[in-house]
């Protein structure tokens, strides 16, 4: 079976270990706004079935 090589191919084969690397930490939390009503959902679906509603 045929082999593949060239100038540089450990280099290619072995990058991922060069780049460095850090474990992200949890620094944001996203939640919904206080100003936003819990129906939100049930307001869109709404919406869909009856697209002609302006409520």
Same mark, same amino acid.
């Given at each position: 079976? +045929? %082999? ?15 780049? +460095? ?12 706004? $206080? #100003?936003? +009503?819990? #129906?939100?959902? $049930?307001?869109?679906? $709404? ?5 002609? #509603? %302006?409520?």
């Amino acid at each position: 079976m +045929p %082999t593949l090589t060239w100038v540089g191919k450990e280099k290619v084969i072995h990058h991922h270990r060069d780049v +460095p690397y850090r474990v992200l930490n949890k620094q944001y939390h996203f939640s919904q706004p $206080a #100003s936003q +009503p819990a #129906s939100q959902p $049930a307001r869109i679906v $709404a919406l869909i079935q009856n697209p002609m #509603s %302006t409520e």
